[in-house]
């Protein structure tokens, strides 16, 4: 079975092929992918201008590839390859979608199919893929995409959708890869919105993001989103149906495959409301040193991950200063200082509550290291904040901290 299966996969490959011509559009070209039974899949892949990472994205049942244009056209000229795909049975393919065994047989092939075409053209770097999927379908197979191309895929957007629970076990083990959740109250097909909280919930990615768009109430139930024929009116509030409703959501889209995929591959900023075990464990008895242990365990796997907020953790430590516990307050900004080394915020935090210890050495010691990384202008102030103003800030109070130093006692 598995031979027939490697069989069927690799004529899958050998018969995608490019259509030119008249099905040439303005933005993009439209693709066939001739799959193992003769079924054609209509695609459109939309070329960026230089080498670069890709995205294959998925519509949802009751709408088609076309839907993700404005998106796809954004994202090549930001840099980033795409391929837009109708699915069996789905806008201008061929097929049914097949139920049971047919299903089973059929699926992942046809997953299959997509990937191996986006990342064999020229240009792309296959190892640097995002996925993205609107409504049940669409969702359901970007995670089962991403599921069995794990070591390529480094980015994922869900919109408005379910997944089995192969793909929730795949979320809750999926620590390092970079998710964004979006969904809308009067969303016409509930229960989407507890879908959605479910899969947000079960990943457990520290830097995943959740949009949630608020309604007074949520929509009744009226049928399936797969098998919907007419009977759900759409309001708006599904999948890419929240383009109109919501036109900043295409740029937070983009925006978020722009930094997972070419500013920090694999990567994305580490979120508050994701990492609320962290935050709450850092304030228990002994948590500093377990989320300490946890953080140099990630880093031995990535170097580039982050547990947590730097701008959250620098609330939590600075609440304790003001507080007056200043030894508290040292090892949660101890903390924070290791998470991220090159702020020159975090570096004055710690030179403050150093200060405010009585710890005068230690106190010049991180002063005078803030004001040499702003000096360098090597990185950023802070990972949460480089502006003119924030910088000027920061210089002043370090240096007020090294002036009380100075100070001769009286």
Known sequence: MKQMQISLFLAALIFAVIAFGKDRTSSGRAVDLKLYDGTVLKGTYFPAAKPGPAVLLYHQSNRTR????????????????????DVRGHGESGGQEGRGEARKKQWPLDLDAAFQYLISQPGVKRDVIGIGGAGVIGVENSVETARRHSAEVKSLVLLSGETLREGLDFLRQASQLPELFVVADDDEYPPIVEGMELLYITASSPSRKFVHYSASHEAPWLWYEPFDIGKVPAKGGHGTDLFK???????????????TLIKTPGHAPADTVASAAILNQIEMPGGVAQVTQQLMEARRKDPQVQ???EITVDILASGHLREGDAKTAIEIFKLNLLAYPDSADAHYNLADAYLADGQKELARQYAEKALALLD??????????DTKQRRGEIRRSA????????????
């Open 376 to 385: 360098s202008h090597a990185a950023p102030l802070s990972s949460w904040s």
């Open 307 to 309: 547990l947590f907020p």
């Open 399 to 410: 240096e007020r901290t090294l002036q009380k130093l100075d100070e001769k006692p009286r």
């Open 245 to 259: 409703p919501h036109p900043e959501l295409p740029g937070i889209i983009v925006d978020w495959f722009v930094t």
């Open 66 to 85: 076309k839907e993700w244009d404005m998106v796809a056209r954004q994202l090549a000229a930001a840099g980033i390859n795409t391929l837009t795909v």
